[in-house]
């Protein structure tokens, strides 16, 4: 009886995961020559990694380090800002604790389309913020269509994913761990760095996997914040399914995105384990 149940996931699994991959996988080492035959070949992999055909030999290199390099900054902020937030969440107790919960939830319940306009709004020209640093005298600043705003609209959309797992983690914290480090002469800051931070890892690198992903692939953010002039690789493939028609290119573009993730959660996963001396998964 229980096989049976699982039956209905294994092929949900296979058919709207399995079978995607399978078939990105045989669009990124094939194409078609103008006969209409298939043939195999890996040239658009050669293409990403050399710029062959293109002016600027490094200009996908670029993108992809682009890509990875706003995911970390993303990343990294969401810890800073997160962790402390957790932290603070997990501290209180009763209705006050759930519903500052329910108002970290409740601006995912809105479309996320509607939350990135939102922040167009704040940062134009003539927008929220602008207006309040005119009414305090202070100069304007041009923010919309930087970096600077992709930034700000990935850190706001995605900060709830790095708070949650971490917050689940610590209010799941056994107390009697940290008074027995209390009764053992440590102090706040080794209580933190020695028992309550090592605890919460788990927590922590869902965290970064959940923000770090959707930050490398999200093409969304800065297609609306950046203005088209802060490509990212998720942009990049977008451009070459919807745009250029080019699915071979398109495909292999996304296999190698998806090769560096697969990097990262490994080589996270190995800190983890060197540290922990197990798997958190």
């Not at 992809?64 to 969440?89: D, E, H, K, Q």
């Not at 997990?90 to 509607?114: A, C, D, E, Q, Y």
């Not at 640093?133 to 700000?152: C, D, F, Q, S």
Request: charged fraction near 15%.
């Amino acid at each position: 009886m229980k096989k049976w149940i699982a039956y209905p996931y294994v092929f949900f699994m296979l058919v709207f995961i399995l079978l995607p991959l399978l078939l990105t996988l045989y669009y990124s080492v094939t194409y078609q020559d103008w006969d209409g035959t298939t043939r195999f070949t890996l040239q658009h992999f050669k293409t990403f990694f050399t710029g062959a055909g293109y002016s600027d030999s490094r200009i996908f290199i670029n993108i992809l380090l682009r890509s990875l390099r706003l995911a970390l900054v993303t990343t990294v902020i969401c810890l800073v800002l997160g962790y402390p937030l957790a932290m603070i969440l997990s501290k209180m107790k009763g209705v006050t604790r759930n519903n500052l919960v329910l108002l970290l939830i409740v601006p995912m319940w809105m479309n996320f389309l509607i939350r990135t306009y939102a922040w167009m709004s704040i940062l134009s020209r003539e927008g929220i913020l602008n207006g309040i640093l005119i009414r305090l005298g202070l100069p304007t600043v041009n923010i919309l269509y930087t970096e600077t705003a992709v930034i700000l609209g990935m850190v706001y959309n995605f900060l709830p994913f790095m708070i949650l797992p971490i917050y689940t983690v610590l209010v799941k914290m056994d107390k009697r761990v940290l008074e027995a480090a209390a009764d053992l002469g440590a102090n706040k800051f080794i209580t933190f760095t020695r028992v309550i931070f090592p605890l919460s890892l788990p927590g922590v690198i869902s965290g970064i996997t959940m923000v770090f992903m959707p930050s490398v692939t999200t093409f969304v953010i800065p297609r609306l914040l950046g203005g088209g002039r802060v490509e990212m690789i998720g942009n990049l493939i977008e451009q070459q399914f919807l745009g250029e028609y080019n699915w071979n290119f398109g495909s292999a573009v996304s296999i190698i995105m998806m090769t560096f993730i697969l990097l990262f959660m490994y080589l996270l996963q190995k800190n983890v384990d060197k540290e922990e001396g197990g798997s958190i998964w």
